[in-house]
């Protein structure tokens, strides 16, 4: 692994033993060719089924997909204890990344990370704490902190380039690479409140009380968030997730004032440049903003298990891609429960534009047995033979 990253840090910022003569015009013979190869391949499944072209099954992956519910991760949490560390080293990551492709092979690989890890690259240091969470010592709730907010440097995320580089290495195209980022709003909750919050007291008051402050740390958070996503498709994303994991904390009518003009400015700043590449938003306990949602330009709308899927589908109309849905807590059931509830998710979906996932993340303690039985599963259900186990 060590070999790979190095030879990836070499395309990414060049080598420092120039080729000369004949090895430079073999080594851009050989880009060249990559690069035709590539173009000639199958999007992945991930891909068309958000593009919601005609597929012969809705793929699956699962949100929090690597994680402390897989014994191969807390063995290695054991070894590296620091999150900070297991989330900003190239070699961790990927090795994380990879472990559930190896268990399971899902049909998306998505990059170990945190929504919180571009913060510091545009002027937000933070900490994490292994009982409280993050910490920001100095949360922004003044004009005054503005002053430390600068454009975002990604040379200082160059571990999520690598990382995602050698994750498309590595899955070479039998399945999407999946990057992520928070949303404007979710992420502007800990930089106003400092911590993890369940009642947003801080940033909820200074809506009303100081809105152009709030207004301008979405903004700039906004943009910097743009150039990120757009880094993470030009480094060897295949789709992108939006994650407005506390835009269910504000009323309908708040999201579309504080949430939702933010989220729409990343898709069109990334949208002007990387057109063809899936954005899905998620938003936790958003049952009564997926119209809302809908209408953000999202290529995919991801939901959680309160939402009846036919009832979604209904709402958002048969054009638009949608993700999820299934109860995480299915999988500590049995497998005819898993498979129940898998097929039930499948039929009101319907045969395009679906991604099947559960409708959040894999929780600790799930057995992995049962993990693997969903993605089986999902490979043996195809639209052709809906009902074939």
């Given at each position: 692994m060590?070999q790979?990253?190095a030879?990836?840090?070499a395309?990414?910022?060049?080598s420092?033993?120039?080729?000369?003569?004949?090895?430079?015009?073999?080594a851009r013979?050989?880009c060249?060719?990559a690069?035709v190869?590539?173009a000639?391949?199958?999007d992945?499944?991930?891909?068309?089924?958000?593009?919601g072209?005609?597929?012969?099954r809705a793929?699956?992956?699962?949100?929090?997909?690597a994680?402390?519910?897989?014994k191969?991760?807390r063995?290695?949490?054991l070894?590296?204890?620091?999150?900070r560390?297991?989330s900003?080293?190239?070699?961790?990551i990927?090795?994380i990344s990879?472990?559930?492709?190896?268990s399971?092979?899902?049909?998306?690989?998505?990059i170990?990370s945190?929504?919180?890890?571009?913060l510091?690259?545009?002027?937000?240091?933070?900490?994490?704490?292994?009982?409280?969470?993050?910490?920001?010592d100095?949360?922004?709730?003044?004009?005054d902190?503005?002053?430390?907010?600068?454009?975002?440097?990604?040379?200082?995320?160059?571990?999520v380039?690598?990382?995602?580089?050698l994750?498309?290495?590595e899955?070479?195209?039998?399945a999407?690479?999946?990057?992520?980022?928070g949303?404007?709003?979710?992420?502007?909750?800990y930089?106003?409140?400092g911590?993890?919050?369940s009642?947003?007291?801080n940033?909820k008051?200074m809506?009303?009380?100081?809105?152009?402050?709030?207004?301008s740390?979405?903004s700039?958070?906004?943009?910097q968030?743009?150039?990120?996503?757009?880094?993470?498709?030009?480094?060897?994303?295949d789709?992108?997730?939006?994650?407005?994991?506390?835009?269910?904390?504000?009323?309908?009518q708040?999201?579309d004032?504080?949430?939702?003009?933010y989220?729409?400015?990343?898709v069109?700043?990334?949208?002007?440049?990387?057109?063809n590449?899936p954005?899905?938003l998620?938003?936790?306990?958003?049952?009564?903003?997926?119209?809302r949602m809908?209408g953000?330009?999202?290529?995919?709308i991801?939901?959680?298990?309160t939402?009846?899927?036919a009832d979604a589908?209904?709402?958002l109309?048969?054009?638009?891609a949608?993700?999820?849905?299934?109860?995480?807590?299915?999988?500590?059931?049995s497998?005819?429960?898993?498979?129940?509830a898998?097929?039930?998710?499948?039929?009101?979906?319907?045969?395009?534009?679906?991604?099947l996932?559960?409708?959040?993340?894999?929780?600790?303690?799930?057995?992995?047995?049962?993990?693997?039985?969903?993605?089986?599963l999902?490979?043996?259900?195809?639209y052709?033979q809906?009902?074939?186990?």
């Open positions: 060590a790979a990253v030879g990836l840090r395309a990414f910022h060049g420092t033993a120039p080729f000369k003569g004949s090895r430079q015009q073999n013979q050989q060249r060719l690069v190869a590539q000639q391949q199958q992945p499944l991930m891909v068309r089924a958000a593009r072209e005609a597929i012969e793929p699956c992956w699962m949100m929090r997909q994680g402390r519910y897989q191969v991760y063995d290695l949490a070894k590296h204890p620091s999150f560390e297991r900003e080293n190239t070699d961790l990927v090795e990879l472990q559930p492709w190896n399971f092979k899902p049909d998306g690989v998505i170990f945190d929504i919180l890890t571009p510091p690259a545009f002027g937000i240091p933070f900490e994490i704490d292994d009982d409280k969470g993050p910490l920001l100095a949360p922004i709730r003044s004009m902190g503005l002053k430390a907010l600068h454009p975002i440097d990604l040379q200082q995320l160059s571990f380039g690598e990382s995602l580089g994750l498309k290495q899955v070479g195209g039998q999407a690479v999946l990057g992520f980022v949303c404007p709003w979710t992420l502007a909750t930089v106003v409140e911590k993890s919050s009642i947003y007291k940033i008051t809506m009303f009380n100081a809105p152009q402050l709030l207004d740390l979405l700039h958070i906004a943009d968030i743009a150039e990120y996503v757009k880094y993470q498709i030009d480094s060897g994303a789709c992108v997730m939006m994650f407005d994991s506390w835009g269910g904390q504000l009323p309908p708040l999201w004032r504080w949430s939702r003009p989220i729409e400015r990343i069109r700043q990334v949208k002007a440049t990387h057109p590449t954005l899905t998620y938003a936790n306990g958003s049952g009564g903003l997926l119209e809908a953000t330009g999202a290529d995919v991801g939901l959680d298990w939402v009846d899927m589908r209904a709402r109309g048969p054009n638009q949608v993700q999820g849905n299934v109860d995480p807590v299915v999988l500590f059931g497998q005819a429960a898993i498979e129940e898998v097929k039930d998710c499948l039929t009101k979906a319907g045969q395009r534009g679906h991604v996932n559960l409708g959040h993340g894999v929780l600790v303690g799930t057995p992995e047995e049962n993990v693997a039985y969903m993605f089986d999902s490979k043996k259900l195809t052709k809906p009902a074939a186990v």
